[in-house]
């Protein structure tokens, strides 16, 4: 027995039953699989079924946010974190409410990644140079960055 096509909502709930999506990145994935029907043009049955699909509270935009802030919160900084939220295309207003509450705990966030990596103080100003980067390239701001590797000299 064969089954037809999905609906461009069973599409959607495909795509949702793997992980949380924006409204955003289903539009971007839908726009490749709809075609324009007789009844209304691909954009205007995308946006239907996804006004259908956050009546019914099976796509939110703030579980996104908190799904991102779970996953990603204890590897990343808050520089990486908005990074990522942006290009999910959520709500300025939900990005900053979301890394409000991530820096919270940057510091030991920061702290934790950089004890899992290294554990121990530089030796020289090349290996200080090299843990500083790596902390930076995991959105950890510079300060943060600083803060901690020297905090680390100081302890030993």
């Known amino acids: 027995m064969a089954f ?11 795509y949702l039953s793997q992980r949380e999506h924006s409204r955003a990145e289903l539009e971007r994935k839908l726009a490749r699989h709809v075609q324009d029907s007789a009844d209304a043009p691909a954009g205007q049955l995308i946006a239907r079924a996804l006004d259908e699909l956050a009546a019914s509270n099976l796509q939110s935009e703030a579980r996104v946010a908190e799904s991102v802030l779970v996953a990603q919160g204890r590897r990343y900084g808050s520089l990486k974190l908005r990074q990522t939220l942006q290009a999910k295309g959520l709500a300025p207003e939900l990005v900053s409410a979301t890394l409000a509450q991530a820096r ?11 004890r899992r990596k290294f554990g121990q103080a530089p030796a ?8 500083q ?5 995991r ?4 300060d943060l960055v600083r803060r901690i590797v020297r ?3 100081d302890a030993d």
Request: glycine fraction near 8%; avoid cysteine; aromatic fraction near 8%.
């Open 133 to 137: 980067r790596f902390l930076a390239a």
């Open 139 to 142: 959105g950890f701001d510079a």
């Open 151 to 153: 905090d680390a000299d």
């Open 104 to 114: 919270t705990t940057e510091h030991e966030r920061a702290l934790e990644v950089w």
């Open 4 to 14: 037809g096509t999905p609906s461009v909502k069973g599409q959607a709930l495909r």
């Open 124 to 131: 020289d100003a090349a290996e200080r140079q090299r843990q």
